[in-house]
């Protein structure tokens, strides 16, 4: 069965064009490297020229639904350049992993849902390229201290920017983090492989959260 991904371009200043092969090039290669461990078929990704992006990558993903993929690109930003190759490939695996997702049980709307969606993403992007965590999946000293209000926060809507951005009274990243090591966690004991776990429901991973966070 043939696996469909259509790259549209939104770069009507023309910003992106001296680097429109190397941006093609890494989709290309994500699309051969993700196929080996699941099929994703139907797909649309968004290339556009945007100042909102990872300002250590010069670049961003995400995935709103099961059928789009935006990755936004700031040629201004200093690591621009320097991330068009595997750290590009890593961010699109991780919002394909989204994709899955969504076609499953979907991103969710509480903290635990929140938590693991992410944590799926980046364990999936660390099988796929046999990768370390990203600088901000690695792990969170302050894990432990936090469990206690993961666990009781689990099944609660959440606002994303304090977990996951640090505009409140948790560390930045610590959403990411935190999603990394029970996912992570509990992948490494698990059965299934990680595209069979990201249709798993997030309470499927609440005793692995407990355990891991400890």
């Known amino acids: 069965m ?21 941006i093609e090039e ?4 994500t699309h051969q490297r993700v196929s080996m461990h699941a099929h994703v078929d139907q797909l649309d990704i968004v290339v556009q020229d945007s100042p909102r992006v990872i300002r ?4 961003v993903g995400y995935a709103p639904n099961g059928w789009l993929v935006y990755l936004s690109f700031d040629p201004e930003a200093e690591a621009f350049e320097g991330n068009l190759g595997e750290p590009l490939e890593r961010t699109l695996a991780h919002e394909i992993n989204h994709v899955l997702r969504w076609r499953g ?3 969710g709307t509480t903290l635990g849902a929140a938590l693991i969606s992410e944590g799926l993403a980046g364990v999936f992007v660390r099988e796929v390229y046999a990768s370390p965590p990203e600088p901000w999946e690695q792990s969170l000293d302050e894990a432990a201290e936090l469990s206690s209000d993961v666990l009781e926060a689990w099944d609660q809507t959440y606002n994303h920017a304090d977990w996951f951005f640090g505009a409140g009274q948790y560390p930045v990243w610590a959403g990411y983090r935190l999603g990394y090591q029970i996912v992570a966690y ?4 698990a059965a299934e492989d990680i595209v069979a776990l990201t249709q798993r429901s997030a309470s499927d ?3 692995s959260a407990r355990l ?3």
Do not use: C, M
């Open 205 to 207: 991973f609440k005793t």
């Open 105 to 107: 049980p979907g991103y």
């Open 26 to 29: 890494a989709i290309a290669r």
């Open 212 to 214: 891991a966070l400890q």
């Open 2 to 22: 043939t696996s469909s991904w259509t790259t549209h371009v939104a770069d009507a200043r023309g910003r992106l064009q001296p680097w429109r092969g190397s």
């Open 186 to 189: 509990h992948a490494d004991r």
């Open 56 to 59: 250590e990558r010069g670049h």
